[in-house]
């Protein structure tokens, strides 16, 4: 029989050493080859949110931040490290995103030139634009790349002298505190129109957006608007609730019907809202609902009818709902329709060689100052203003606020909660050494 050298247990360490350190280096350059990240924080607070990363990925060139920030902060610590960090994020995936820091007190007239107000403003400059943040969040730095990333501001028109809702107007009812400001923040240039002095809407207006107005529009005014859908014009219609107030003529030229009432939804008082909302959950496929899941609330919302096929749906609502003439708590057969309701509709035609574009809501409330922070109605209005401009590629959810972490508890799951800890554990952790105690002496 051949006769066998057992191993010495040296040379055995040292082969096991060998290949733990080869397997470890194998392992080490597939993770380089193949990297992959998983976010398990809560709310994936170390990650950025879809809309952010489908930003990133319409810049074409390099981005450059330059954070004007001294080394360290009397409030915050190191001011620098944590912007550092946050905009890591951003560099995962957009590698030409340039970052550098300017000491303020070792460089001030480089700080004074660039016009810097406070410690920790960030410049961001992308294809010769910049703009300035002096809060930075991910709603804040996505939203100026947005903006960046528009080749040119361009003007969103709203219909103004009759009462209407101003798109940059701070009342209650009017639309500029949330929806307009995240119009400019996006990029796009804000004006208003009043027909009974301008000689027709101006050809540099990318859209207009008309609202309900409060008193009866000049046969010229209607001239002036019939025209400007007649030349392909884009439009954003936020029809609410009462008469039309002489926009009869334009709702004939778009093949709308208006019916008359509002819209009821049994559905709201389940989230503790009045059942004259109707709550928009289910949304039908087109470009400005890709990938939109989020809740809407239209306050007082009327119906939306058609008579040419040229629309298209965007949303309808209370399925287990009906449109009442009176906000009637029961349906009324005689009277009522039942649902689901059509309150939004979008047609994309060519007219003049021109691919018009044109959404009509049946509501304006649902952008005014009082409702917009309700659910997504302000990401829903803010991808209607992008499609209408035909800056499809922007449109998208945007970046999600962190959800409440506060935990409410009642006073039975606290006093519950107490007894376990205070009383039932102890005993517990009490009976377990005595029997143990017990179990040893007897052994």
Same mark, same amino acid.
């Given at each position: 029989?051949?006769?066998?050298?057992?191993?010495?247990?040296?040379?055995?360490?040292?082969?096991?050493?060998?290949?733990?350190?080869?397997?470890?280096?194998?392992?080490?350059?597939?993770?380089?080859?193949?990297?992959?990240?998983?976010?398990?924080?809560?709310?994936?607070?170390?990650?950025?949110?879809?809309?952010?990363?489908?930003?990133?990925?319409?810049?074409?060139?390099?981005?450059?931040?330059?954070?004007?920030?001294?080394?360290?902060?009397?409030?915050?610590?190191?001011?620098?490290?944590?912007?550092?960090?946050?905009?890591?994020?951003?560099?995962?995936?957009?590698?030409?995103?340039?970052?550098?820091?300017?000491?303020?007190?070792?460089?001030?007239?480089?700080?004074?030139?660039?016009?810097?107000?406070?410690?920790?403003?960030?410049?961001?400059?992308?294809?010769?634009?910049?703009?300035?943040?002096?809060?930075?969040?991910?709603?804040?730095?996505?939203?100026?790349?947005?903006?960046?990333?528009?080749?040119?501001?361009?003007?969103?028109?709203?219909?103004?002298?009759?009462?209407? *809702?101003? +798109?940059?107007?701070?009342? !209650? %009812?009017?639309?500029? #505190?949330?929806?307009? @400001?995240?119009?400019?923040?996006?990029?796009?240039?804000?004006?208003?129109?009043?027909?009974?002095?301008?000689?027709?809407?101006?050809?540099?207006?990318?859209?207009?957006?008309?609202?309900?107005?409060?008193?009866?529009?000049?046969?010229?005014?209607?001239?002036?608007?019939?025209?400007?859908?007649?030349?392909?014009?884009?439009?954003?219609?936020?029809?609410?609730?009462?008469?039309?107030?002489?926009?009869?003529?334009?709702?004939?030229?778009?093949?709308?019907?208006?019916?008359?009432?509002?819209?009821?939804?049994?559905?709201?008082?389940?989230?503790?809202?009045?059942?004259?909302?109707?709550?928009?959950?289910?949304?039908?496929?087109?470009?400005?609902?890709?990938?939109?899941?989020?809740?809407?609330?239209?306050?007082?919302? *009327?119906? +939306?009818?058609?008579?040419? !096929? %040229?629309?298209?749906? #965007?949303?309808?609502? @209370?399925?287990?709902?009906?449109?009442?003439?009176?906000?009637?708590?029961?349906?009324?057969?005689?009277?009522?329709?039942?649902?689901?309701?059509?309150?939004?509709?979008?047609?994309?035609?060519?007219?003049?060689?021109?691919?018009?574009?044109?959404?009509?809501?049946?509501?304006?409330?649902?952008?005014?100052?009082?409702?917009?922070?309700?659910?997504?109605?302000?990401?829903?209005?803010?991808?209607?203003?992008?499609?209408?401009?035909?800056?499809?590629?922007?449109?998208?959810?945007?970046?999600?606020?962190?959800?409440?972490?506060?935990?409410?508890?009642?006073?039975?799951?606290?006093?519950?909660?107490?007894?376990?800890?205070?009383?039932?554990?102890?005993?517990?952790?009490?009976?377990?050494?005595?029997?143990?105690?017990?179990?040893?002496?007897?052994?």
């Amino acid at each position: 029989m051949p006769r066998k050298f057992p191993v010495s247990n040296p040379l055995r360490n040292l082969l096991f050493v060998l290949l733990l350190a080869t397997a470890a280096l194998g392992l080490g350059y597939l993770a380089s080859l193949h990297p992959v990240e998983r976010d398990l924080t809560f709310n994936a607070g170390n990650s950025l949110a879809p809309a952010s990363i489908s930003t990133l990925r319409q810049l074409s060139g390099p981005v450059v931040i330059t954070v004007y920030a001294t080394t360290k902060d009397v409030r915050l610590g190191d001011i620098r490290k944590i912007i550092g960090d946050f905009v890591s994020l951003y560099q995962r995936y957009k590698p030409d995103i340039r970052l550098t820091f300017v000491d303020p007190t070792k460089e001030p007239e480089k700080t004074r030139t660039a016009n810097i107000q406070l410690n920790g403003e960030m410049v961001v400059e992308y294809k010769g634009r910049s703009e300035h943040l002096t809060t930075i969040n991910e709603d804040t730095l996505t939203g100026a790349l947005l903006h960046l990333a528009h080749a040119s501001n361009q003007t969103v028109m709203y219909l103004d002298g009759d009462g209407e *809702r101003k +798109l940059d107007g701070s009342a !209650n %009812h009017d639309l500029g #505190l949330i929806f307009g @400001a995240k119009l400019k923040q996006n990029g796009f240039r804000i004006e208003s129109l009043n027909l009974a002095i301008a000689q027709d809407v101006p050809a540099n207006a990318s859209m207009l957006v008309i609202s309900q107005p409060q008193a009866n529009l000049m046969p010229g005014e209607i001239d002036k608007l019939l025209r400007y859908v007649d030349r392909g014009g884009n439009l954003l219609w936020l029809i609410d609730p009462g008469p039309l107030h002489g926009l009869e003529r334009l709702a004939e030229r778009l093949d709308l019907q208006l019916p008359p009432g509002i819209v009821i939804d049994p559905s709201a008082t389940q989230m503790n809202a009045p059942d004259t909302w109707a709550l928009g959950t289910g949304y039908t496929q087109h470009p400005i609902t890709s990938g939109f899941n989020l809740i809407t609330a239209f306050p007082f919302a *009327r119906p +939306l009818a058609w008579t040419d !096929n %040229h629309w298209r749906v #965007l949303l309808d609502v @209370a399925s287990t709902g009906w449109v009442s003439e009176t906000p009637n708590k029961e349906f009324d057969k005689k009277r009522d329709t039942r649902g689901p309701v059509t309150i939004a509709l979008a047609s994309e035609r060519s007219v003049n060689a021109l691919d018009q574009r044109i959404v009509v809501v049946g509501n304006g409330a649902f952008l005014s100052n009082s409702f917009a922070g309700n659910g997504g109605n302000v990401d829903l209005g803010v991808n209607m203003v992008n499609w209408l401009a035909h800056d499809d590629s922007h449109i998208s959810v945007q970046p999600r606020k962190a959800p409440d972490s506060n935990i409410a508890l009642s006073r039975s799951q606290l006093a519950s909660i107490s007894v376990a800890f205070l009383v039932a554990l102890p005993l517990l952790l009490l009976g377990a050494g005595i029997y143990l105690w017990w179990k040893r002496r007897r052994a």
